[in-house]
């Protein structure tokens, strides 16, 4: 008997058995812990904040880093404008708000600013996805991947989970030039471990299969695994789940491999559908490998209050939604 | 702070019209871009680059230079002629002006001329970026100063007055900023299209240290920014008070030379204009 119930991708990147278990934790929570070990690893690097200290989770920085802390209060073009001219001298400053008011006020200074202008500023946008949950609408941001994948120049990363994005966090803050590292505020499953290797630009592949693709972004990686699991019981359909962390820029290799492999693909994410992360390896496939493609994310519409999971479900993300995609997806490949 | 001497006053004199000569040459061969304000504040930027700013045209990249922003984006061709004729590239260049592959983007890029300090056009994100930089040699104890000239009509951007705010929060006393007052927009007067006074109130009640002189008196500007320069503990500003169009008498005071350049003819004229203008500078030396 095996010790573990991971197949050999899985092992390889030293990811939790998260079959028997996993611990639930906010991705917010590793971006504050990166943080601080960025601020340590880099007196230049600065955290700025535009009053959300505890719920970007920037207040341990605050505790660990004074000196290195910066509050400009509630005023998020400013917030990029002025980390903008910090960088512009030699800082690294993170700039850090919910991702509906920082890209979603500041876009045009963003691309101004950081991108046009090259300058090395970090944006974390905070409470990104419907599972925002309670606040409603105003506060989901469900179309920033789309408005900062499209900027000229600029890394859009989206962790799947805690540990991840920690490493996401340390691994930009080396990384010369402006990003974007998007995560969100519920409990979400721990699936990787710090043995698990993270470089911006290169995919993962969670889980091996040829029968479907499912490629996926931020804390719905550990549903698509869900899913994939519940597919090969069910249906004996075997799907390879490839965590596509960084939206920009996309490794496409990875993705070509994937539908080369599986003939068929399911994209997973928590934002709208169009122009999101799923987009962008349609754009992909349909120059290079053109295969059946189904899409999972928010049709089209805007969040509301709720409970997170509940709204998950609603918005058809859930496990049993990501299964039924790859059932069409596999069904339109075999036809 | 250097004296003033009469000889060196009428340089700057010379050179402002230097610079607008180059403003007038650069905008006909462009065929586009703005003429009111370029010319309305060519004494600012001969101050600066003449004699207010540390700097190194040989070095663009010194890391103890001034900063010098300009928010106003629109503006660039002052900016240009003034780094040209103070050694920064060949004058011939500036008729590379808003033309496909030149570093004299119609709006400054700092990726393409990396000594304009920063990308500017849209307005109301100048300020807010010198504010960082201020903050930044601040941080580090440096000791350079950060200028950011400004329009009057951006002031009716919001993110201006956050980084009014902020400037002021941090006690920014090694940043200037410089606003052309020239009353002029794009739809006419900035007082009918969005007023702007009691503006030097405004600052001062955001805790900045306020300054007004003529913008288009180089001495009274210099003595001004040196005085400004000065305060301890406070950001500052000065209002400078300028003509538009100044120095070609067609255009001066007239709210349609915003955006447009001259034709070849009028470009003439404004020549004609500006080479007696020198003779009598150089007369009454």
């Known amino acids: 008997m095996p010790s573990t119930t991971l197949d050999a991708a899985a092992q390889a990147m030293r990811l939790i058995d998260y079959r028997t278990g996993v611990e639930l934790v906010p991705t917010r929570n590793g971006f504050g812990e990166g943080l601080i070990e960025a601020g340590t690893r880099d007196r230049n690097v600065l955290a700025i904040c535009a009053d959300l200290a505890e719920s970007t989770r920037m207040e341990g920085f605050k505790k660990a880093h004074p000196a290195q802390y910066l509050e400009i209060g509630v005023a998020e073009q400013m917030l990029v404008a002025l980390a903008g001219g910090l960088a512009a001298v030699g800082k690294i400053p993170w700039i850090a708000s919910y991702a509906m008011f920082n890209p979603g006020r500041s876009w045009e200074q963003v691309r101004t600013i950081m991108a046009l202008n090259d300058t090395n500023v970090k944006i974390a946008g905070a409470h990104a996805g419907v599972s925002v949950g309670p606040d409603g609408a105003t506060h989901q941001a469900i179309e920033d991947i789309a408005i900062m994948r499209v900027i000229p120049h600029m890394t859009v990363v989206v962790p799947c989970d805690a540990v991840q994005t920690k490493a996401a966090t340390l691994a930009l803050s080396k990384r010369v030039g402006p990003a974007y590292l998007r995560f969100a505020r519920e409990k979400s499953a721990i699936v990787t471990t710090d043995a698990t290797p993270f470089e911006i630009g290169k995919a993962q592949v969670f889980r091996e299969g040829s029968d479907v693709a499912i490629v996926a972004c931020g804390i719905l990686v550990y549903n698509a695994l869900m899913a994939a699991d519940l597919l090969a019981r069910e249906h004996g359909i075997e799907c390879r789940v490839v965590n596509n962390h960084t939206v920009k820029p996309m490794d496409e290799a990875a993705i070509v491999d994937a539908a080369q492999t599986c003939g068929a693909v399911v994209t997973v994410e928590e934002h709208q559908k169009h122009a999101g992360m799923g987009s962008r390896v349609a754009e992909i496939l349909a120059q290079r490998h053109p295969v059946p493609i189904e899409f999972i994310g928010v049709e089209d519409r805007f969040g509301q209050s709720g409970e997170p999971t509940e709204l998950i479900e609603y918005y058809g993300m859930g496990t049993r939604a990501i299964a039924d995609a790859a059932l069409r997806a596999h069904q339109r490949k075999t036809k | ?285």
Not at chain 2, 65 to 86: E, K, Q, T
Not at chain 2, 130 to 159: I, N, P, R, Y
Not at chain 2, 212 to 217: K, L, M, Q, V
Not at chain 2, 264 to 284: F, K, P, T
Request: aromatic share 8%; proline share 6%; glycine share 8%.
């Open chain 2, 1 to 285: 702070m250097q004296t003033l001497s009469p000889e060196r006053l009428t340089e700057l004199r010379v050179k402002a019209n230097d610079v607008r000569a180059g403003i007038i040459r650069s905008l006909v061969a462009a065929g586009s871009g703005h003429s009111a304000g370029p010319l309305d504040m060519a004494d600012v930027f001969t101050a600066l680059y003449g004699h207010l700013m540390a700097h190194r045209p040989d070095q663009p990249d010194w890391p103890d230079r001034d900063r010098l922003l300009l928010s106003c984006g629109h503006i660039a061709p002052v900016r240009y002629s003034a780094m040209a004729n103070f050694g920064y590239f060949p004058v011939e260049e500036l008729l590379t002006l808003r033309k496909f592959g030149t570093r004299l983007q119609g709006h400054p890029e700092r990726v393409t001329l990396p000594s304009v300090e920063t990308t500017s056009g849209p307005l109301g994100e100048g300020l807010a970026q010198g504010t960082g930089m201020a903050l930044g040699a601040k941080l580090d104890g440096k000791a350079f100063h950060v200028w950011v000239v400004t329009s009057d009509a951006e002031h009716q951007c919001g993110l201006h007055w956050e980084a009014v705010m902020t400037a002021a929060k941090f006690g920014l006393d090694n940043l200037t900023a410089i606003v052309d007052r020239n009353f002029i927009q794009i739809d006419g007067s900035t007082e009918d299209v969005m007023p702007l006074e009691p503006l030097a109130e405004k600052y001062r009640a955001f805790n900045w240290d306020v300054f007004t002189c003529d913008g288009n008196d180089i001495a009274a500007f210099i003595a001004t920014a040196e005085q400004a320069r000065a305060t301890r503990g406070k950001p500052q500003v000065i209002i400078a008070n300028t003509v538009p169009g100044k120095g070609v008498s067609y255009m001066e005071g007239d709210y349609t030379w915003h955006g447009k350049p001259p034709n070849r003819e009028q470009a003439d004229r404004a020549l004609a204009e500006l080479h007696a203008e020198r003779e009598r500078i150089l007369a009454h030396a």
